[in-house]
């Protein structure tokens, strides 16, 4: 065995012990499982968060009907429809915004296309779940999606719509946790919806074999904490409700490891000879084990080594 598939085997065991925020090892569609029951939170009025079907689910409701922030996973999806049930408005899912792909926020995106919703997303998640998906950091191959689960609407900068009278403000977030990561921005109830470019409790994945990466988490969220203010509530992809703060903290972290990773790189280091120097050693006790992260930013870096060199 090379020492590199050896290296990548320790990752992704330790990978299924860990907290990982997105694409949970256990997971797998086609299951349908009962699980502990979900959390409804109400952040307003209007807005709630359900909490324990894969990712985080934002429900926005009106007098006819809810619009969500992704769908949870498909073996939580009866669940979830349930939860969503008994908020105002939630038998009639009209409207879902999927933040990226990824299966624990898309995975019930073929139960709400069969309650009649349009689904929006960006165009590189429609074209992610339309094919087989090799994420080498987790060994895994994911299959294609049926066509029921596909967007049925997408975009490629930005977007405004009108919901039950509730302005809501959409956008692209290029190349951060993948390649197709929006935010939705409920700016009249001032609560941010970043998807899993905000991470809680550990350090985020890059999942740079969607073409996600370190620069453009380091980015989507400078770009992101300057469009909210300190009262804004922001839903991460996983975990509880977090505040501009912790976005501007992420992204201290990002922008500095960028730089420390990316010149010990410049001296010939691999991925295991950055963990053993403990590059990421002040962020520790914050973000927790850092392996897998530094794996996935040492990848990603290469990638982009020619737009780093005119910046770093
Ligand atoms: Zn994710």
């Given at each position: 065995m090379s020492s590199r598939r050896r290296f990548l085997g320790t990752l992704v065991g330790g990978a299924a012990g860990l907290a990982v925020p997105c694409l949970t090892p256990a997971m797998a569609l086609g299951r349908s499982r009962r699980g502990a029951p979900?959390?409804?939170?109400?952040?307003?009025?209007?807005?709630?968060?359900?909490?324990?079907?894969?990712?985080?689910?934002?429900?926005l409701s009106g007098p006819d009907g809810v619009l969500l922030v992704d769908s949870g996973s498909m073996e939580r999806s009866r669940d979830l429809l349930e939860a969503v049930a008994t908020l105002p408005g939630g038998r009639n899912v009209r409207t879902v915004f999927n933040t990226h792909w990824h299966w624990d926020h898309t995975g019930g995106n073929e139960a709400m296309r069969k309650t009649g919703a349009r689904i929006i997303a960006h165009e590189n998640t429609r074209l992610w779940l339309g094919t087989q998906i090799w994420v080498e950091w987790q060994n895994r191959t994911y299959a294609p999606r049926p066509q029921q689960a596909w967007p049925t609407e997408t975009f490629y900068t930005s977007?405004?719509?009108?919901?039950?009278?509730?302005?809501?403000?959409?956008?692209?977030?290029?190349?951060?946790?993948?390649?197709?990561?929006?935010?939705?921005?409920?700016?009249?109830?001032?609560?941010?919806?970043?998807?899993?470019?905000?991470?809680?409790?550990?350090?985020?994945?890059?999942?740079?074999?969607?073409?996600?990466?370190?620069?453009?988490?380091?980015?989507?969220?400078?770009?992101?904490?300057?469009?909210?203010?300190?009262?804004?509530?922001?839903?991460?992809?996983?975990?509880?409700?977090?505040?501009?703060?912790?976005?501007?903290?992420?992204?201290?972290?990002?922008?500095?490891?960028?730089?420390?990773?990316?010149?010990?790189?410049?001296?010939?280091?691999?991925?295991?000879?950055?963990?053993?120097?403990?590059?990421?050693?002040?962020?520790?006790?914050?973000?927790?084990?850092?392996?897998?992260?530094?794996?996935?930013?040492?990848?990603?870096?290469?990638?982009?080594?020619?737009?780093?060199?005119?910046?770093?």
């Amino acid at each position: 065995m090379s020492s590199r598939r050896r290296f990548l085997g320790t990752l992704v065991g330790g990978a299924a012990g860990l907290a990982v925020p997105c694409l949970t090892p256990a997971m797998a569609l086609g299951r349908s499982r009962r699980g502990a029951p979900l959390q409804v939170t109400r952040l307003t009025d209007r807005l709630a968060v359900i909490s324990g079907a894969g990712g985080n689910v934002v429900v926005l409701s009106g007098p006819d009907g809810v619009l969500l922030v992704d769908s949870g996973s498909m073996e939580r999806s009866r669940d979830l429809l349930e939860a969503v049930a008994t908020l105002p408005g939630g038998r009639n899912v009209r409207t879902v915004f999927n933040t990226h792909w990824h299966w624990d926020h898309t995975g019930g995106n073929e139960a709400m296309r069969k309650t009649g919703a349009r689904i929006i997303a960006h165009e590189n998640t429609r074209l992610w779940l339309g094919t087989q998906i090799w994420v080498e950091w987790q060994n895994r191959t994911y299959a294609p999606r049926p066509q029921q689960a596909w967007p049925t609407e997408t975009f490629y900068t930005s977007g405004k719509m009108d919901f039950a009278g509730e302005p809501i403000e959409y956008g692209y977030l290029p190349q951060a946790h993948t390649d197709g990561d929006i935010y939705v921005y409920f700016r009249g109830q001032n609560v941010l919806v970043p998807g899993c470019v905000l991470a809680v409790g550990s350090y985020p994945i890059i999942d740079y074999c969607t073409d996600g990466w370190l620069g453009g988490m380091s980015d989507a969220t400078r770009e992101l904490a300057g469009k909210i203010d300190d009262k804004t509530r922001i839903v991460p992809g996983m975990g509880p409700v977090q505040g501009k703060a912790d976005l501007l903290a992420e992204h201290a972290m990002l922008a500095d490891l960028q730089n420390v990773i990316w010149r010990l790189m410049l001296k010939g280091m691999g991925t295991p000879d950055i963990i053993a120097a403990h590059a990421t050693q002040k962020y520790d006790p914050t973000w927790g084990n850092p392996d897998l992260f530094v794996h996935s930013a040492y990848r990603s870096l290469y990638a982009h080594c020619r737009e780093i060199r005119g910046a770093v």
